[in-house]
């Protein structure tokens, strides 16, 4: 650059800049060593004849930087080689720029050449500028520093090729000398008396002075960390109230080849302490309530980094602080700003001038980027609407929402701040988002349960359904109305699934109420041991449907949710006999009501939250049915018992027994022709950011099925099954399946299903990329848990634990596949031995 | 058809030539597909040659008829930039600029590719005020200036929907400056009207605030008055009418409440 530099300045100095003249272009010739064509060169300059300029001019000094930009040449000069009139004739002159022929470099591996090629883009062709041996130069000198090699010298020559070829080219020698690995053997400190030397190496974050025990940092020297960790002893010294402490001066001493110390000469000065601070321009908040946010006194240790984080805390954008207090009611255009009015006998008097500014309102809201999305979806779950008061955290939770959608990728969501408007007292936002896959196929086929099972799975999370009739809509799927609609049909030769859900989150558009209902019908049939195939005559059908509203509350605060479902399940039983129904033919029904309360907070990305919580208590009740339809349970169970006794003695007849089967048939028919239960369910997670990157999640749940008349009994239905991967599979009564690893699937429980359940766990996640294409991480987890069967056995300390590792991966188009590897500490039941490892694959479960 | 399969394999001296003569009767035939898989062979051979002009045009506008509009749109303008001199230059930058149109999604989808299809179109008609796709361009403008107005008023009309008053109040304020002439401009007052109304029936009446008491829905009755005369002033025939006077009617009966108090 230093070239164009000159030769504008020397034609600058020709022919005076302001003197320039009108003229019309004539004829435009190149010259120079190229081999570009003259009509590529002129076109590229932007210069073209008939043109009107005025030479001197910016129409040539763009034309050269035009073709420097092309970075093909050097040596640019625009010429005027004659003048007739006001007509000009130009030349270009130029060189082209040398092509990289051959590299060789040396002093490392074979191996590291290819990357030391790749990163400074030195492939056969490129262009040689000084540009280029420069940055390549400094990005190794860098490299190799950062890597401890302090004495690392990097030497670069190039040689002319000289051969018949027309274009010029360079052979390039790159000649690497690493010198020895260099580490910091001693940090002395002179000058301190206040804060010893090991506080003050302490303070340095990233040097440290080489110590065996020490895993995490090594005793590297890198120059740019070695500055910052400067500043570093300079906070530790203003946090202490030596706010004039400086370094006198650091000198880097080479031992030998192989390490060096460093020796840091410090001045510490004196201890301030706060002395009077008073507010200044406050209006919107009196002096008392920005004491309160400030916390601090007079006669405290002076604290200059206490200070400015009080006022503005940069590492935390959600920080108690005076800047966030007025940027989350409004005051956009605030500005606070801490001055030190007097010093006298090292006391501090503050004066913290604040600048309210206009409150701030939004102006005009939009979003960008939704090329699925319809406006409407988006818009409704926006909390920073045209004409309300700027709020900082309004901005924020706007942000955590749409991740949450699940439409958008939640890392790529951004806040735009546009036309800051301060004597207005506006602000336009604009929210950028971007559209990742939301639908999930599912198509497997495999063994199970005696036979293959094949299973079509197809979950629309961002479906249109007014769309479903517009041909064009199809691309592929018609799409943008965030309405959900799943379709699941499995199948193989003893039964078959066919369940339909659809909800919309919006009913009606106007408030946030969420509908949603969902169809399923089951067909199983008996196995005939004969045939070893299934027996068509003898079937089990289970029919269900099911309405559901949720509905967003304000009370208590905003991220509760309401919801309420009513669902009917018909079981029917046609010449069936198992171990669940003492009847082979007859019926029996569910209807229920579903009430839950929930609350969730959590942030950002709904397949990795790194922060919030999550709440659930849901009670499911049937009708009191026994209340009022006059049938005397505690009779039939009386009378039960007593025909229980007959069949299982084994004196009695068999007619006998035969007839108090049939009695006990009848007798379970009439107590589960409309089932009758309560359940009540809590479930509660929370997740913290330990580190940077670990997040923990601890999780408790909890749940009960009870019966309204004992008499009548707890059904065997709606019951929980504790252990293994939690997923729920094919299932015939409406069982619920307990997440609990390190155990085989639902093992943990009674055959029939616990009647109360308990469980804890501890998980911490990391992430390994959470790129939108595929999100991973790797968790390990604690837990334990137990389920019982009624409440005298209930004991939450007595419970199945069980520690492990796994890994979750997500993909838009696949959901989310994970394998889990847990180890359950304690025997099963029935056994004596711990359980030891087991292997979960998950699959499609979110949580 | 195999002659087609020669002519693609096909190498060596003459073979450039000959996909181009195939090409070109291909595109004749109209059959773009198969024609592009032969120019694109082609592209490099000719870059720099005058045949070059020629295969570029076709090269596009076959992007163009496949429907392939972001690769045509890209292509005609390199064509443009390329050829200043071609007699094709202002049908190419047209085409281009179609081509941004014709990326132009539904209005209620992110507007990005409307935006820069006004904005080429537009160029194109101030740079060939005359020519003969004048017309045509800005009846397509038209079109894409519409989609921007639906947008506008569809969000400012959900807000409505959705019972926040306030920010309909705001956006379609926004919409009447934004779009002074458009179409939807009655219905934007006819809603604005409505949710000023509605704001001030379900306000409260005084709020506190740094200024002292503000008689707040007095002031909103007030607005949304000022807002019914502008509307009854621009529309007077308006399919609205019996709606406003209502409101009127309303507001007005509100507001004598506190003019005989004061």
């Known amino acids: 650059l230093l070239l164009f530099a000159c030769n504008f300045t020397i034609q600058a100095q020709d022919l005076e800049y302001s003197n320039g003249k009108k003229y019309t272009l004539g004829d435009i010739s190149v010259s120079g060593n190229t081999t570009f064509s003259e009509q590529t060169i002129i076109t590229y300059s932007g210069l073209r004849k008939g043109k009107e300029m005025t030479i001197p001019g910016e129409d040539i000094s763009n034309a050269i ?269 605030s500005s606070i700003n801490p001055v030190e009015v007097s010093a006298d006998n090292n006391v501090i008097d503050l004066e913290i001038r604040i600048s309210e500014g206009k409150p701030a309102y939004f102006n005009s809201v939009t979003v960008v980027g939704n090329d699925k999305t319809n406006d409407h979806v988006i818009y409704r779950e926006i909390r920073t609407r045209p004409g309300q008061l700027y709020s900082k955290a309004n901005v924020v939770r706007t942000v955590r929402e749409l ?58 999370n961002n479906f249109s359904i007014k769309d479903i009739f517009k041909k064009e809509a199809y691309k592929p799927i018609p799409m943008g109305d965030g309405q959900k609609l799943a379709l699941r049909l499995q199948a193989s030769r003893f039964f078959q699934t066919y369940s339909f859900s659809f909800s919309e989150p919006w009913l009606g558009g106007k408030r946030p109420v969420q509908f949603s209902t969902s169809i399923s019908h089951t067909k199983q049939f008996l196995f005939n041991p004969q045939t070893r195939n299934a027996d068509k005559s003898r079937s089990f059908n289970i029919t269900g449907i099911t309405f559901g509203l949720a509905k967003r509350l304000s009370v208590p605060d905003d991220y509760f949710t309401l919801s309420q479902a009513i669902s009917y399940q018909r079981y029917d039983l046609n010449n069936y006999n198992t171990g669940l129904f003492t009847f082979g033919d007859g019926y029996s029904n569910n209807l229920s009501y579903t009430i839950g309360l929930s609350r969730n907070n959590t942030s950002v990305d709904p397949i990795f939250p790194t922060g919030g919580s999550s709440f659930a208590i849901t009670g499911k009740f049937s009708l009191p049915y026994s209340l009022f339809n006059g049938v005397d349970y505690d009779a039939l169970d009386a009378e039960r018992e007593a025909n229980d006794n007959i069949r299982t003695d084994i004196t009695s007849s068999p007619l006998d027994v035969a007839d108090a089967s049939t009695r006990i048939a009848e007798i379970d028919q009439e107590k589960f022709s409309w089932l009758e239960f309560y359940k009540v369910k809590f479930s509660g997670e929370w997740y ?149 490892w087991e292997t979960h694959f998950i699959i499609g479960q979110q949580f | 058809c195999s002659e087609y ?138 079109e894409l200036d519409f989609k921007l107005e639906k947008k506008a008023y569809s969000i400012a009309k959900q807000y409505n929907h959705i019972s926040d008053y306030p920010a309909s109040v705001r956006s379609f304020d926004n919409f009447v400056f934004e779009f002074p002439g458009s179409v939807l401009r009655e219905d934007a007052l006819f809603y604005r009207l409505d949710s000023a109304y509605k704001l001030a029936m379900n306000s409260i009446e005084y709020k506190n605030s740094l200024n002292g008491i503000i008689p707040l829905k007095r002031n909103r009755l007030k607005e949304a008055k000022e807002y019914s005369e502008s509307f009854v002033k621009s529309y007077i025939n308006s399919k609205y009418l019996e709606d406003v006077n209502a409101m009127v009617a309303d507001i007005d009966e509100e507001l004598k409440g506190y003019s005989t108090k004061s």
């Open chain 1, 688 to 836: 913290t950011q330990l580190a940077k990157n670990l997040v923990l999640r601890p999780k408790v749940e909890f749940g009960f099925l009870g019966a309204y008349n004992n008499a009548r009994g707890i059904i065997p239905f709606e019951r929980f099954y504790l252990g293994g991967d939690g997923l729920g599979n094919f299932s015939l009564d409406g069982r619920e399946v307990i997440q609990l690893r390190g155990y085989p699937n639902q093992s943990l429980s009674d055959q029939d299903g616990g009647t109360i359940y308990n469980k804890f766990s501890l998980e911490l996640r990391y992430p390994i990329t959470l790129k939108a294409s595929a999100k991973i991480y790797a968790l390990g987890f604690l837990e334990g848990g137990a389920s019982y069967n009624s409440f005298r056995d209930f004991n939450p300390f007595s419970i199945n634990r069980s520690a492990g590792l796994g890994i979750r991966i997500f993909m838009p188009a696949f959901g989310l596949l994970g394998i889990d590897f847990g180890h359950g500490f304690d025997p099963l039941p029935g056994q004596t031995q711990k359980h030891g």
């Open chain 1, 65 to 333: 930087k035009k073709l420097w930009n092309s970075k093909l040449f050097s040596d640019i000069e625009v010429y005027i080689t004659k003048t007739e009139g006001n007509i000009a004739y130009l030349q270009i002159r130029l060189s082209d720029l040398p092509k990289l022929n051959e590299l060789k470099i040396n002093g490392v591996k074979k191996g590291k050449k290819e990357s030391i090629i790749r990163e400074n883009k030195l492939t056969k062709g490129v262009k040689v500028t000084e540009n280029l041996i420069t940055t390549t130069k400094n990005f190794l000198t860098k490299k190799y520093r950062k890597d401890g090699f302090f004495n690392t010298k990097i030497h670069i020559n190039t040689i002319d090729v000289k051969d018949s070829i027309q274009t010029a080219r360079v052979n390039m020698v790159l000649n690497i000398d690493k010198g020895e690995k260099v580490k910091i053997k001693n940090i002395t400190f002179s000058g301190n008396t206040i804060l010893s030397d090991k506080k003050l190496r302490k303070s340095m974050k990233s040097t440290k002075k080489i110590n065996r025990i020490r895993l995490l940092k090594r005793s590297k020297f890198i120059d740019s960390a070695y500055q910052a960790d400067l500043g570093h002893i300079i906070d530790a010294y203003k946090e202490n109230g030596y706010r004039d402490a400086r370094i006198l001066s650091d000198s880097i001493i080479t031992n030998n080849d192989k390490t060096i110390s460093l020796k840091i000469d410090v001045n510490e000065g004196e201890q301030y302490t706060f002395g009077d601070i008073t507010f200044i321009g406050n209006t919107v908040y009196t002096n008392d309530q920005l004491k309160r946010l400030l916390r601090i006194n007079k006669g405290d240790t002076y604290n200059g980094i206490l200070l400015q984080k009080r006022i503005a805390d940069d590492t935390k954008p959600d920080a108690f602080d005076i800047t966030n207090q007025y940027q989350n009611n409004g005051y956009l255009f």
């Open chain 2, 5 to 142: 399969q020669k002519a693609l394999k096909a190498d060596g001296e003459g073979a450039i030539a000959e996909k181009f003569k195939m090409g070109e009767a291909l595109y004749k035939e109209g059959k773009f597909a198969k024609a592009n898989r032969l120019f694109a062979q082609i592209v490099p051979d000719y870059r720099g040659k005058p045949q070059a002009e020629k295969l570029m045009y076709l090269y596009s506008n076959s992007f163009y008829q496949m429907k392939d509009y972001y690769v045509s749109g890209y292509q005609f303008e390199r064509f443009a930039s390329s050829y200043p001199k071609s007699e094709k230059l202002e049908e190419a930058t047209f085409l281009s600029a179609k081509s941004a149109y014709m990326l132009s999604p539904v209005y209620t989808k992110d507007q990005t590719e409307t935006k820069e299809a006004i904005e080429k179109l537009q160029e194109y008609i101030n740079v060939y005020p005359d020519s003969e796709y004048a017309s045509e361009a800005s009846k397509l403008v038209q």
């Open chain 1, 403 to 460: 991740g949450q959608l699940g439409f958008f990728d939640a890392q790529e969501i951004t806040p735009n701040f546009n036309n800051p408007n301060p004597v207005e007292g506006t602000i336009d936002m604009e929210y950028s988002v971007k559209e990742t896959g939301s639908s999930q196929i599912e198509l497997q086929g495999g063994y199970g349960g005696g036979g293959f099972i094949g299973t079509l799975g197809l979950s629309f």
